[in-house]
């Protein structure tokens, strides 16, 4: 079993900066792709960024890209999202996500997630 754990939410103002990050403990691998989704109120959750094991390839929402970029250190096992730029439309809660062990590569689809954290808060007023 995976066990993710997100922080570093909270509130900012628009064109501020946050830096979320992931940490994982249990059989978690290095080789996990991992990814980060958001959910704000009253929508579906969507897609953010992604990592693939390793961090040789990167995902990014066309809505993010240039403004976050997500990381991992390996032996910390933790992945992290820097957010810059920051507008009131990125207000949402943030889930972590992992693959299984089987998958390396990094997807779009929340379908290929298995392993999800409890979420952290990010508002950003205007």
């Known amino acids: 079993q995976v066990q993710l754990v997100e922080s570093g939410g909270g509130l900012v103002q628009a064109g501020g900066s946050l830096r979320l990050s992931c940490a994982a403990s249990g059989r978690v691998s290095s080789a996990y792709a991992m990814a980060w989704f958001r959910q704000a109120p009253g929508k579906e959750r969507e897609f953010v960024s992604a990592?693939?094991?390793?961090?040789?390839?990167?995902l990014y929402a066309s809505s993010v890209k240039g403004r976050f970029s997500i990381s991992r250190d390996s032996a910390r096992k933790t992945v992290y999202l820097e957010m810059n730029s920051l507008k009131p439309e990125d207000t949402a809660v943030y889930y972590c996500?992992?693959?299984?062990?089987?998958?390396?590569?990094?997807?779009?689809?929340?379908?290929?997630?298995?392993?999800w954290g409890q979420g952290t808060q990010v508002t950003v007023s205007s």
């Open positions: 990592i693939s094991g390793g961090g040789a390839e990167t």
């Open positions: 996500a992992s693959r299984s062990a089987l998958y390396s590569g990094a997807s779009y689809d929340a379908h290929s997630y298995v392993f």
